[in-house]
């Protein structure tokens, strides 16, 4: 399985900006769907967004659409969740996450069961 890494969480202002970033080592990222889930202190994990192979197409959770968007960059076996106008709200631990072999025709993957590889996560915290 590919091996995940997140990094760019942190402490930041309601109304800023952060850049997550996942790297994938150990497999081919371009063979995988990715994704992105946060979990925040005593509630379930939730979706956040997600991409295909190729990122042709992208899906997003209605409660961040329209402030986050979610990229690929397969020569430097990155994914990336860039989030603006953060809210309290969306204080959590981020986690990103992959399925190899999803096909790129297909609406990206959004359930937690889709996904076999996981990061350790990257804290962010909103500051009302």
């Known amino acids: 399985q590919v091996q995940l890494v997140e990094s760019g969480g942190g402490l930041v202002q309601a109304g800023g900006s952060l850049r997550l970033s996942c790297a994938a080592s150990g497999r081919t990222l371009s063979n995988y769907a990715m994704g992105w889930f946060r979990q925040a202190p005593g509630k379930e994990c939730e979706f956040v967004a997600s991409?295909?192979?190729?990122?042709?197409?992208?899906y997003l959770a209605d409660s961040v659409k329209g402030r986050f968007t979610v990229s690929r960059d397969n020569a430097k076996s990155t994914v990336y969740l860039q989030m603006n106008s953060l809210k309290p709200e969306d204080t959590a631990a981020y986690y990103c996450a992959g399925v190899w072999g999803y096909g790129s025709v297909l609406t990206p993957p959004r359930t937690i069961p889709e996904f076999n590889s996981w990061g350790q996560g990257t804290q962010v915290t909103v500051s009302s």
């Open positions: 991409i295909s192979m190729t990122a042709g197409r992208v």
